[in-house]
């Protein structure tokens, strides 16, 4: 059972436009959640979290959003660049479980110059 | 500061044979968890431990096993090796496990012939 889904496998952008990756969860004892982007072969690269007491989270270009009620958190890139391109995950993890992690499945970013 | 280490980056293995990837971690960060990540079943934890004990396990057969050393550094080892097994070995430190940052390694690519 899933428990945090990307129903995106992929998602394709405009140089110069907003990136909107979705993410879905159903375990209501996640209370942190955070995204991080990853290219082949490489371990993943933190981009931002967010903690369950905040609806919201920014850091230079990246902003995350968290939508409790529905179980739903996204990531914004604006403006989005062709660095950018790369695998995107999201995890969450549960109040006292350390740095037990479920992530996603994945939404591969392609950023078009 | 250095990063996550891991070490070796690529291994190739034959099934029954028996493995043991090393991890150091980032200096000072005392919690260090295992994370196997495949084309098909995605990111997926394996393990944690923090000041030399286990403190999360996942849901893998006790084939997968591991430890801390009193450095931080940590070990994992897969016995009998399978097919399936064949996978990036992800390592992961934080300072203590709680709400921060989870600092990645780049892998171990572990092949099974």
């Known amino acids: 059972d899933q428990q945090v889904k990307q129903n995106s496998p992929s998602l394709s952008v405009q140089e110069g436009r907003i990136s909107i990756l979705n993410c879905d969860y159903t375990n209501s004892m996640f209370d942190y959640f955070l995204w991080y982007k990853k290219y082949p072969a490489e371990g993943p690269t933190f981009l931002i979290s967010?903690?369950?007491?905040?609806d919201k989270n920014e850091d230079g270009r990246f902003t995350v959003f968290l939508n409790k009620s529905a179980k739903h958190l996204s990531l914004h890139i604006v403006p989005s660049q062709p660095g950018d391109s790369a695998v995107y995950f999201c995890a969450a993890r549960s109040s006292g479980a350390g740095n037990m992690l479920t992530f996603g499945g994945g939404t591969r970013l392609m950023v078009k110059p | 500061k250095a990063g996550v280490t891991q070490t070796p980056r690529y291994l190739i293995k034959t099934r029954g044979q028996q493995v043991t990837l090393s991890c150091s971690p980032i200096?000072?960060?005392?919690?260090v968890s295992w994370y196997q990540q495949t084309p098909g079943q995605g990111l997926q934890f394996l393990f944690e431990y923090f000041s030399e004990t286990q403190r999360n396990k996942g849901n893998f057969p006790g084939r997968f096993s591991g430890r801390q050393f009193s450095n931080s550094r940590s070990e994992m080892n897969v016995s009998t090796l399978e097919l399936g097994d064949s996978a990036l070995y992800l390592c992961?430190?934080?300072?203590?496990?709680?709400?921060?940052?989870?600092?990645f390694g780049s892998g171990t690519q572990l092949s099974v012939l």
């Open positions: 967010i903690s369950s007491i905040k």
């Open positions: 992961a430190s934080s300072l203590t496990g709680g709400y921060e940052k989870l600092f």
């Open positions: 200096s000072g960060h005392r919690s």
